[in-house]
């Protein structure tokens, strides 16, 4: 996948200093097109079909289009321009708009660049034994896989994964595959897309935490695919039940708040959290995904509208989130005194889902609520000494 980024002078400069610090396959070029004043003005329609050209004759395969502010601020139609070119090229052409004031972070560049691959995805006939795995790279062997994935490989199922760092092929013959499996969010645009244009089902694996969802979302790929999971699960099933039911006893009525140290989603998090009995006081959410709307809507169905935050500096952070009155933190505070319990090394839970994640959620929480009463008991004594 090769790259084009369009826009100012100062934008070119920014991308160039990304590319050099990214390997680079010697197959793909990463180009800047860089507008001059009267294209700021006037539109960069002609240049830019040049540039495509040029791109398509020094070998590009595929060609990602990126747009920066100005190219989306004065109406550039880049639909319109591939439309018009795709025909008379090789490379296989696509586009995403990332105006710096609609992309203030890095989960919309990861979702809208995904979702800019289906305009590669071409229409073929679906093959019952391959699935598609979106958001796990074939590359992530440091991430442990989870629980689902070797039991469909074991029911003779070919699992096709579709993240960054996939091969591009995989992601144009991924409408062959019988069912999408998603388990990012950075995915989920995708799989709607997918679904809507090639009919293809999706199941949001990553979304659910509650015995209860998980077991309704297990029936659902096994109603799909033909399969019986149930058996094979049930032993990790008993012990996330197990552990779901002890954490209902102990952590009901303690409010919590959750920090930028995670990597789990969370507005979906704390609708979980909420369902232990545990209230929600503040939240940092780096950026709302498409999903987040109806999430939000469900948390404050449940009776709950707790702060919402985007922390950005950590020194100041931590005495404003030690003010609060809260008894847990998902998320380390940095520069904190420790004044509040914490579930540290959240990004571990990256990758994870179903009844093993919930158990492990589950099992560190109450390992740092017994911690936390340990530390308590032990400074109650010296304080009698």
Not at 15 to 40: G, P, Q
Not at 48 to 69: E, F, Q
């Amino acid at each position: 996948m090769s790259t084009l980024v369009v826009g100012t002078a100062g934008c070119g400069t920014y991308s160039r200093n990304i590319i050099a610090k990214t390997h680079v396959k010697e197959d793909t070029f990463h180009w800047m097109y860089i507008l001059d004043a009267n294209e700021v003005v006037f539109g960069c329609r002609k240049g830019l079909i040049d540039a495509i050209k040029v791109m398509d004759r020094a070998g590009a395969g595929a060609l990602m289009i990126i747009l920066t502010c100005v190219p989306e601020v004065i109406g550039e139609d880049i639909e319109g321009i591939i439309h018009e070119i795709q025909p008379r090229i090789n490379a296989k052409l696509s586009f995403v708009q990332m105006g710096h004031f609609k992309c203030n972070s890095h989960p919309s560049g990861y979702w809208k660049t995904l979702l800019a691959f289906g305009g590669l995805m071409e229409a073929s006939k679906t093959d019952s034994h391959i699935i598609n795995i979106l958001g796990r790279s074939p590359h992530e062997d440091h991430i442990p896989v989870p629980e689902l994935l070797p039991l469909l490989e074991e029911k003779g199922f070919t699992l096709r994964m579709l993240a960054p760092k996939s091969d591009l092929q995989d992601f144009v013959k991924a409408p062959g595959g019988r069912l999408n499996i998603v388990l990012s969010p950075f995915m989920n645009p995708l799989a709607e897309f997918m679904k809507d244009k090639f009919n293809i089902p999706f199941i949001s694996f990553h979304e659910y935490y509650a015995i209860s969802e998980i077991d309704k979302i297990y029936e659902d790929i096994s109603k799909e695919l033909d399969i019986d999971l149930k058996k094979a699960l049930n032993e990790n099933r008993e012990e996330a039940l197990f552990l779901e039911n002890k954490a209902k006893e102990i952590f009901n009525g303690l409010k919590y708040i959750a920090t930028h140290r995670n990597s789990l989603m969370p507005i979906r998090l704390a609708i979980y959290i909420s369902s232990l009995g545990m209230e929600p006081i503040l939240l940092h959410i780096e950026e709302f995904y498409p999903d987040d709307k109806k999430w939000a809507k469900a948390l404050k169905e449940k009776g709950y509208n707790p702060l919402i935050c985007h922390m950005v500096n950590e020194v100041s952070d931590a005495p404003l989130l030690e003010s609060l009155d809260v008894d847990f933190s998902f998320g380390e505070i940095p520069y904190g005194t420790g004044k509040i319990p914490a579930l540290k090394y959240m990004y571990e839970f990256y990758g994870q889902m179903g009844y093993e994640r919930t158990s492990k959620l589950i099992s560190r929480m109450l390992k740092v609520a017994e911690e936390s009463k340990t530390d308590s008991e032990r400074g109650e004594r010296i304080g009698a000494s």
